[in-house]
């Protein structure tokens, strides 16, 4: 029974961190259809530059924030410069940004070098919450609350604001957007610095729980794809319960089919997928 | 005179052993060989057929695996090679089953799931594949009497059925099973409205492309004599798309000129540059800066425009 | 500060010694050539650039000069994959034409090469721990001087169904051969000497969050982990921060003394064995230390020290050959016999598979201060890799796997 308790509340707490990685990806994929396979790169990046910040002094969460912004930077310059030109070119998306995730890994490796680097649990979060005699990592469960609160910002944004309005429209018309007087170019650019900043603070986040280390954008890559895909590209609520599923089926899945630890994952997408091609959540294509 | 020029370079490169010093660089001539001819299949569905896949190192290494385990059966060569082959489009055509379930997006998280089942069996079917320890093959064959044994017969080998893989990409490429694949790729709805069976197209595509990844997967068990789980990683599928595009998708040379660049890098310049995977990287950034069509179709373009104006 | 290393030769040092040309050196004017196989991208690169420190930092405390000779050092990058690691092979057997080669560091790369280098009859002295590598299909020409996969395993269940009086425990390592190995040769030794292990776990090598495992630690007294690269830092900080409060034993790459500026709290109070102990007090450990955290800022580790012991085995041998390498089969016969007291990880030999004969360290990690330190508070000697099984016995036995040996009931 308590197994079962434990691994439930993880599920949520997972999903809340998966949620957080992912909704990066999943904002740049479902405006800008671009398939960033750089945003690995930026998780781990933000995790890196945060372990630096806090050792200069920065607190964790502000670090965090900085951290973002910083990746945000980075992405905002990839994107005005490189991508901005590609357009609907989808493979060239594929190899520019797979090829940027080539170079920011081997720069992180030169200047962090190959050893691991912890991330300190903030301290107000570093206990642990009893429920029933069962222990909880009171940080794991406070990223979900932080999770749900982001998904929230962000729905409320593109559903409820101008901003977020002018960018749905520079998305499903982008010429008519611009006939109507909006920035479209300069919208699309904020939509990436964003989902920048969302995964270079995902990987802030992380940091207590993962660690951070050469490799580790190769391994939040395909684990945020899954999610994405899982819940149905191209909507945040998707993500979100994408999120929440994938959660599950991972700590489910490993805990009560060890053999099949490595496919817990992937099985699933598979027969959602084929099953669905649209994904969980998402609307079948025209 | 591109005849000519096709025709040198075929000289060129069947003569490679005999100009090149060294049986170190024979080795990696054979390396781009036979990567090439994977990079070719992938075009097959990436370039030929619209559709993007991330999992072909499945059917590379399914290949590679079946013949390792035949020839550990104590069977022969032969029995290998057409054992691995059978089994290779018995995959291609469930994994084409199952991926073209999709489309965009779909097909190529399919393929990337498929992939990864593939690896993740790799690893923990442990009595077939013997997991991360690999499976090691002790001779390579002598057909013909002749062993491949020495770098310089194992290129020439591999030359041969290179050749015959892009002999067979031309001869794709202009057929009308060629132009019905482009057809599905740039006006699907259309080529269904005039009766073309889009699905069954794409699916034979799939075979013809799952076909040559798996002549690589077996010419890559020859070559090192030794497979295991790497071989069918995500790195791999992904790093075989990255030499398709960014040699040229859609042309018959660019994967071959892909695979050179990803594996000249790889062995030969991670020797002189240390931070060689920058620089690959960086290679990807500016191709897509200066030529985002590929290095081929690239190169071709500023070759006539170097050629055409008065400069 | 890491030393940027380009693919150049790196030739002897001093003019003084150039200036000194004895019999021998006239002789062997040739340098000796060792090329280095070594991961310096992607997730393995944390080890395999210590071994390249640790390998150049031997290479500068003996001026580039062994037994007269001087030393050309080639430094190949696998990337981390077996084909990698076969085409940086035959770059240094056929291209640069080395006498031996340092490495390589993973076992799957190993297992990629070893036919390779046996026909090629290249002496590799290598830390892969791969246990049929020198038990049932041994290389003629590979040697080990750090561990088989089990070696400090078995010590460590000794000591934990003896002294720490432990009966029931859990086992958690990487899912591949090396996490098996490990993990069977513990449970071996823990199961003869009374104790049991009660659940054998196998995260695979890629988990994010090892909460699934964590959830199932019950009903034992202690946990023996046996993670490598940076996962034992992730498991054990999820360990603690599970509220986990069981013992925890750890292997080789658990504990890494090179590991431990980057743990934290979590990790006080782990029991590990090792081959390398950086608290070791012989002459060339100190020097091995101070050389280490005056070059690159940080103590050394199994990576590290290994390869620092291999220069030192490759020295011995040229100085049983009069510094020759031309007779390869002479130079590794030279290399087996060698046998060595004063060393990072102390006195050992070789078994007649070329696998070490020697100490293993018990120790324990304590907070001293604001450093984190390994204790040694035990120390087996004359070990080998079969314990005290008998060797005919141990390799009638299937290899070390993942279900072998079988849990019990």
Known sequence: MSLWLVLAVNSVTLGGLLFLLSAGFSLIFGLMKIPNLTHGSFFMLGAYLAATLIGWGLDFWTAAVVAGLLVAAFGGAIERLILRRLAGAELAQVLVTLGLSFMVADVCLKVWTGDPIRIDTPRALAGVASFGGLAFPAYRLAISVIAVGFAVALWALLDRTRLGAMIRAGVDDPAMARVAGIRVSRLFTIVFCLGAWLAGFAGVIGGPILSVYPGLDQEMLPLALVVVILGGSGSLLGSLLGSFVVGFLYNFGQALFPELAYVVLFLPMLIVLVVRPQGLFGRPAV | MKRLALGAALAILAAVPLWIDGTYYVNIASQILFYSIFALGINVLVGYAGLVTLGHAGLFGVAAYTAARILGGGHGHLAAVLGALALTLLAAALFAGLALRGTGIGFVMITLAIGQIVWGVAYRWISITNGDNGISVSARPSPFGLSLASPAHFYWATYAVFLVAIASMAIFVASPFGASVRGTRDQARRMNALGYQVWLIRFLAFLFSGFWSGVAGLLYLYYNQFVSPQAVALTASAEALLMVISGGTATLLGPVVGAALVVTMKNVASAYIERWNFVLGAIFVAIVVFMPEGLVPGAVRWWRRATAGGR | ?409
């Open chain 3, 1 to 409: 500060m890491s030393l940027t290393l380009s693919r150049r030769s790196f030739l002897a040092g001093s003019a003084a010694l150039a200036a000194i040309r004895s019999t021998r050196a006239q002789a062997q004017s040739k340098p000796v050539r060792i090329g280095l196989l070594t991961v310096k991208t992607g997730p393995l690169a944390a080890g395999g650039i210590q071994m390249e420190q640790g390998t150049i930092r031997f290479f500068k405390d003996r001026n580039y000069t062994l037994a007269g000779r001087k030393v050309d050092l080639v430094v190949a990058d696998t990337g981390g994959n077996p084909a990698g690691t076969k085409t940086k092979t035959q770059e240094l057997v056929e291209r640069e034409n080395v006498d031996m080669i340092f490495g390589p560091l993973a076992a799957f790369e190993l297992l990629a090469i070893t036919d390779y280098a046996a026909q090629a009859k290249m002496p590799i002295l290598s830390l892969a721990a791969a246990e049929d590598m020198t038990q049932r299909r041994p290389n003629p020409y590979f040697i080990r001087a750090s561990a088989t996969s089990s070696q400090n395993m078995h010590p460590l269940a000794e000591y934990a169904a003896k002294e720490l009086k432990f009966k029931r425990v859990i086992t958690l390592a990487d899912d591949f051969a090396f996490g098996h190995e490990q993990m069977a040769g513990f449970q071996r030794v823990f199961e003869d000497a009374g104790g049991r292990v009660v659940k054998k776990l196998w995260p695979p090598l890629s988990t994010p969050d090892y909460t699934p495992y964590l959830a199932q630690i019950s009903g034992a007294d202690a946990v023996v982990q046996g993670f490598a690269g940076s996962n034992p830092l992730k498991f054990m900080k999820q360990y603690r921060d599970q509220g986990l409060k069981l013992p925890v034993l750890g292997g080789g790459t658990a504990c890494d003394d090179a590991l431990l500026k980057s743990y934290g709290d979590e990790a006080v109070g782990m029991v590990s064995c090792s081959a390398y102990t950086g608290d070791l007090d012989t002459p060339s450990n100190k020097r091995l230390i101070d050389g280490m955290v005056r070059d690159y800022g940080n103590i050394p580790g199994l990576y590290s020290a290994g390869l620092y012991i291999n220069g030192q085995v490759a020295e011995a041998a040229l100085e049983k050959t009069g510094g020759k390498t031309d007779d390869r089969e002479a130079f590794n016969l030279a290399l087996r016999a060698v046998s060595l007291t004063d060393t990072p990880r102390g006195p050992f030999s070789f078994d007649h598979f070329g696998n070490v004969v020697g100490n293993f360290y018990i120790r324990r990690c304590e907070r001293k201060g604001d450093r984190l330190v390994n204790t040694t508070i035990k120390t087996y000697t004359k070990v080998s890799q079969f314990w005290t099984y008998d060797e005919k016995w141990f390799l009638s036995q299937p290899v070390y796997s993942r279900d072998y040996p079988p849990l019990k009931g």
